[in-house]
Antibody, heavy 121, light 108 residues
């Protein structure tokens, strides 16, 4: 069965960087795009970007440009999101979410359980 | 950026009642709209994609309709496990992909 296992909670100081991982199993990793979505405490969902696990190409939401990097390691079926210059309003649960189709349909059918990133001085 | 506005913010209903949730887009998204359910402490779950297609394993009491700018998620008869927050999401015009602000369905 499809599983997306994310790394554990992080606490970071303002200005630092954080790297969250998402290890996929139960399907062919390179066949499905992976998205990252975050959710601030008590708030709604915010899309951050997407990575094509085959070639590693990415598309990011403009508001994160210059601060976000998504990468993948095909040998371990893992995708990563790296967010730099952290601010207090980056405090959120970060989810990886698999695309439903073998092309970038931008519909999310499987989600990781989320990784809480807390930014605090 | 396409803005999705969900209404109402909160819906107070009893089990067995019908729930009607609305999602309005700031410009046409054709039928490229999905609905997700989220329970406290859990990740979202895909319910409906492309406005009216139920995702795998989703009960028939969930249905979606609409096109263009106005969409509806209907739960025909609420079960206890349906009390949750529901989000709509558009995939028509991107980046960015955008979500609505959510509708909380709470037990009366």
């Amino acid at each position: 069965q499809v599983q997306l296992v994310q790394s554990g909670a992080e606490v970071k100081k303002p200005g630092a960087s954080v790297k969250v991982s998402c290890k996929a199993s139960g399907y062919t990793f390179t066949n499905f795009y992976m998205h990252w979505v975050r959710q601030a405490p008590g708030q709604g969902l915010e899309w951050m970007g997407v990575i094509n696990p085959t070639g590693g190409s990415t598309t990011y939401a403009q508001r994160f440009h210059g601060r976000v990097t998504m990468t993948r390691d095909t040998s371990t079926s893992t995708v990563y999101v790296d967010l730099s210059s952290l601010r207090s309003d980056d405090t959120a649960v970060y989810y990886c979410a698999r695309d439903r189709n073998t092309y970038d349909s931008r519909i999310f059918d499987y989600w990781g359980r989320g990784t809480l990133v807390t930014v605090s001085s | 950026e396409i803005v999705l506005t969900q209404s109402p913010a909160t819906l107070s209903l009893s089990p067995g009642e019908r729930a009607t949730l609305s999602c309005r887009a700031s410009q046409s998204v054709s039928n490229y709209l999905a609905w997700y359910q989220q329970k406290p402490g859990q990740a979202p779950r895909l319910l409906i994609y492309d406005a009216s297609n139920r995702a795998t394993g989703i009960p028939a009491r969930f249905s979606g309709s609409g096109s263009g700018t106005d969409f509806t998620l209907t739960i025909s008869s609420l079960e206890p496990e349906d009390f949750a927050v529901y989000y709509c999401q558009q995939r028509s015009n991107w980046p960015p992909l955008t979500f609505g602000g959510g509708t909380k369905v709470e037990m009366k």
